[in-house]
């Protein structure tokens, strides 16, 4: 819920408060449900999970390549052969890698989808100043839409 109250832009303050012993039965809420709520609330507000994703795909991408280039220079510098084990290796790295970032992109397209489904507004009005600009006469405006049509009426 603290999500919500910060996205509506309510100000907010602390209440002091001395925390009483429950006073009918137990909590039905245990640590199960609230990783779950945790868990919403982080995917709810961010797409920081999904980019933490892709950075992971870079990384590991990162490191297959740095990794093929040891090996082809110990080929090549010092006339070491090359095991299957590191070939293999460096193979699954890099495909790893690229499933994650391609896993991450469509992440980013799902979360700018969710985003838009969401429908929260763009902006919250705070309060209205009376000093408003006044509204055109009704003649004046249907005048300058018959103008925006072309219309000569």
């Not at 006073?23 to 868990?39: C, I, K």
């Not at 994703?53 to 093929?68: D, E, H, T």
Request: charged letters at 15%; aromatic letters at 12%; proline letters at 5%.
């Amino acid at each position: 819920m603290m999500g919500l109250y910060a996205l509506v832009g309510f100000r907010q303050t602390g209440v002091p408060y001395e925390e009483r012993p429950r006073g009918a039965g137990h909590t039905r809420f245990g640590p199960l449900r609230l990783m779950r709520l945790a868990a919403t609330g982080v995917t709810s507000f961010s797409t920081l999970p999904l980019q933490v994703f892709g950075l992971g795909g870079v990384v590991v991408s990162f490191a297959a390549f740095a990794y093929a280039f040891w090996i082809l220079f110990e080929w090549t510098v010092f006339g070491q052969e090359i095991s299957g084990f590191a070939t293999l290796a460096t193979v699954s790295l890099l495909f790893g890698g690229l499933q994650m970032l391609s896993v991450a992109a469509l992440g980013a397209y799902v979360g700018r989808i969710y985003r838009e489904v969401k429908a929260r507004p763009l902006y919250i009005v705070d309060r209205i100043d009376d000093a408003a600009p006044t509204a055109a006469a009704p003649h004046e405006d249907a005048r300058a839409r018959r103008a925006a049509r072309g219309s000569t009426e």
